[in-house]
Structures are given as structure tokens and as C-alpha cells.
């Protein structure tokens, strides 16, 4: 095979966080640009360690299905690189090994990037410091971190099409808005 990622495999992986820390990037938006290198450095240094270059794109969701706030990322990454010699090598993401790695980044820097004092009102059991910090550490033991990966994909331009309709479209589509109102004949 030539060493043309656009003709390799391609493996699509979402990153999701409990619930619980959603209000920290409602609140504080500028948090949600560094979640792309939080999702991409594990890949990247796995892949480095084993002496290839792959390719990676990414894109945020800030909403779910049912429009309400769920902050994710979905991250299509080649099912291989280049290696030192300009040769293609096959590479499979481990998705358990990434979920631990994406869980505790995300965790470490919600730790240095958040003051316990900033915290949104939805979290202002854990405003002092002590609160914060056990709050940061039982993010383990509640909900999950869900790190998913589809089956492969056999060619690039399935991936960016699939990716490319959330790019595209608008937010809210005039056929998802719902119409209600009052008639003044019937009252209903």
C-alpha cells in the first residue's frame, strides 16, 4: 500500500464525560477548546511510541440527540501511519487503554484549570478546595466515561460525510422545531 492516508482504514471514537462536569464547560466555555488535545494526545503518543505517524481530525458536540447540553468529541483517526521509512504500518486503537487515559487528562485538568471558587451553582457543594478535589476523584466511581469506537471504516470519505453533516447543518433544523400555540376559538 502507498502511503496515502486517504486510502487506509479509518476508525471514528467518541469521547464522552459524565454528566456531572457538563456545567464546568456551560459555564466556562473557553474550557471546551482544550478537550481536542485532550482526546488526540493519547493517540498521538501512542502512536509516536510506536514509531508512526497517524492522521487525526476532530470535532466538538456541545449537544446531545435530545438537544440538550453534552459536551463531547468525536475523533476519526487513520488505522495506521507512516513510519520512518515512508512505509504504511497498521495500528488499532485500543479503546479500553484510551478511556483510562482520556478519564484521567480530562480529570487532571479540570483539577488545574478550575478554581474551586468558579464552580457553577450546580456544583457549589464542592466550592472549597477539599470538596473540589473529592469531587475530582469520585468522578471515577459514578457515572461512566463513555469512550466508543465504531467498526473501521474502509475509506476516508465515509467518515468525514458522517462527520461533515454535523459541520454542515444548522443547529436546529426548521423541521425539528415543534409549533405550539393556543387557539383562541377553543382555548386549547
Sequence with gaps: MDSNPNDCDWYHITFTMPDTVWPLFQENRALLGQLFKLASTYLLTVSKNLGLWIGIFAVLHTNGRQLN??????????????????????????????RVAWTESVKQFLQMAVHPDELPVDLMEASNECGWFQ????????????VHS???????????????????????????????????????
Design 69 to 98: 447540553w453534552h459536551p463531547h468529541i468525536h475523533v476519526s483517526m487513520t488505522g495506521g501511519g507512516i513510519d520512518n521509512t515512508g512505509q504504511w504500518q497498521s495500528f488499532k486503537p485500543n479503546v479500553s487503554d484510551i
Design 135 to 146: 469531587f475530582i476523584e469520585m468522578l471515577n466511581n459514578g457515572r461512566p466515561w463513555v
Design 150 to 188: 465504531d467498526k473501521k471504516t474502509g475509506y476516508h470519505k465515509q467518515t468525514v460525510n458522517y462527520l461533515g453533516r454535523y459541520l454542515k447543518r444548522q443547529f436546529c433544523r426548521k423541521v425539528d422545531e415543534v409549533k405550539r400555540y393556543i387557539d383562541n376559538a377553543t382555548s386549547q
